[in-house]
């Protein structure tokens, strides 16, 4: 083996510092946790509420979280795998998928606190910018969008997801820069690309446009769609109906799965002292076996 | 040239932040709440500029006496000349840590009053005054050996 100069030496592990472990695995900015979670010394208690939106490849999770000492509390969330309950089935993690899971956890969040009386909201999704007004008895029920480490472009996701919580009325401090149609040059948010945008618009004109170049493609490509029946212009009528029923029925389902009794192993058990020297033992053993019986080590 | 008093003079070391803990501070600091009352201790967090009390006060505990925004008003003791005057300072709560001077005080007053309240229900009146250690009682010493040597000090001529 030729000698190669060790990069790490001890000194180096001596020396270095880890970070944090949620930094470690990339999850946490924790830059702007500190900014989201701060709460002004004289208001003590009083919680401050984030809304997370997250995607995953094939999820949209939103939640509105909360921090203590012990540990974040997530008070109400809303996942793109329940809008199947609402009829929507194919493209969970699209634009319009992102608002109909926005608008799932803003109605969900103000039926708890039973304040969806009070706040409708935007009930006819028209893309404009739209900001809650407080009613005479309660203030509007205030988040922070919290979008965790992605890169905030417009027309993002996560800001589809930030103008279904707007439109189911929960009063969340934004601007309409980053939204699907907001035009660098006019420094105007269009708001009929918007709601293209918000009712699968975009969606609807690529499937049209593949259908009608490579149709192969089209069969691939969008094979769930066609095996639901929707296609390009079925789908603003489709996500109406997503939005009307969610805000009939915002409540979250109760799964009836028991837990499984024992708890399921994810990583290897670690063997005690003895099981590993047995195990050495053997090994030892076969190799010395197979290798010639010339010396019968017994020793480890 | 000769050394300067400046604000932070003589702070190299009690306003470094310690080894393998320089970064981003842990969000315990921020989430903490203080009330009017409360006991603090001050210890600077070298990492954050803002709000910083003056070196002297670097590991002193006083008492909360107002609750702003991102800061916390502590009155202090500092012994000026001849005399303690009671300094009012406000400190932004990186740099501050709730103080467990007065802990075993809390403790001892609620287990206090649960043994009050316990006592009253059975009719009997206990005092809950800490009593002072005593003397030891007296004891054998067992199996103690005594090396021939020293039996020949006079003191313990009669082991």
């Known amino acids: 083996m030729a000698f190669v100069k060790t990069q790490k030496t001890k000194a180096y592990f001596k020396r270095y510092q880890v970070k944090f472990k949620r930094r470690r695995q990339g999850k946490t900015d924790y830059r702007a946790r500190i900014r989201l979670i701060n709460q002004d010394k004289n208001k003590y208690n009083t919680p401050k509420y984030r809304f997370v939106v997250r995607f995953t490849n094939k999820d949209i999770v939103a939640q509105i979280i909360s921090a203590t000492i012990a540990g974040d509390i997530v008070m109400a969330s809303a996942y793109a795998h329940e809008l199947p309950r609402y009829g929507l089935e194919v493209g969970l993690t699209n634009y319009a998928a992102a608002y109909c899971t926005g608008l799932l956890l803003a109605r969900r969040v103000l039926k708890k606190l039973e304040m969806d009386g009070e706040y409708e909201g935007q009930v006819e999704a028209t893309g404009e910018d739209y900001q809650v007004e407080p009613s005479e008895t309660r203030r509007p029920f205030r988040a922070l969008l919290d979008v965790g480490l992605i890169r905030t472009t417009t027309g993002n996701r996560v800001f589809g997801a930030l103008k279904g919580a707007l439109d189911g009325g929960l009063d969340i401090p934004h601007s309409d820069k980053r939204f699907a149609g907001f035009s660098k040059d006019g420094k105007q948010l269009e708001a009929e690309v918007h709601r293209k945008y918000i009712f699968g618009g975009h969606v609807a004109n690529y499937m049209r446009q593949v259908e009608e170049d490579e149709p192969e493609k089209y069969q691939t490509h969008f094979s769930e769609y066609i095996k639901k029946g929707i296609d390009a212009d079925s789908m603003e009528a489709l996500y109406k109906k997503v939005h009307a029923a969610i805000r009939a029925e915002p409540s979250p389902v109760k799964s009836t799965k028991q837990p499984p009794k024992e708890h399921k192993r994810y990583n290897l058990k670690k063997l005690t002292y003895e099981e590993r020297r047995a195990k050495l033992l053997e090994r030892l053993n076969a190799l010395n076996s197979s290798g010639g019986a010339d010396d019968d080590d017994d020793d480890e | ?159």
Not at chain 2, 20 to 43: F, Q
Not at chain 2, 49 to 59: I, Q, S
Not at chain 2, 129 to 135: H, L, V
């Open chain 2, 1 to 159: 040239m000769p050394a300067g008093h400046g604000l932070r003079s003589r702070t190299r070391d009690s306003f470094s932040r310690p080894f393998r803990k320089k970064g981003y501070i842990a969000l315990t600091t921020y989430l903490r709440t203080y009330k009017i009352g409360d006991y603090v201790d001050v210890k600077v967090n070298g990492a954050v500029h803002k709000g910083m009390p003056h070196k002297f006060y670097h590991g002193r505990t006083g008492g909360v006496w107002n609750v702003t925004k991102r800061a916390i008003g502590v009155e202090i003791n500092k012994q000026v000349g001849n005399r303690i005057i009671r300094k009012r300072i406000h400190v932004r709560v990186e740099h501050v840590m709730p103080s467990r001077c007065n802990e075993e005080f809390k403790l001892r007053k609620k287990k206090n009053d649960e043994l009050k309240a316990a006592a009253k229900a059975r009719g009997e009146i206990i005092s809950t005054k800490r009593q002072p250690e005593g003397p030891k009682p007296g004891f054998m010493v067992e199996g103690a050996s005594v090396p021939p040597w020293r039996l020949l000090l006079p003191s313990l001529a009669m082991l």
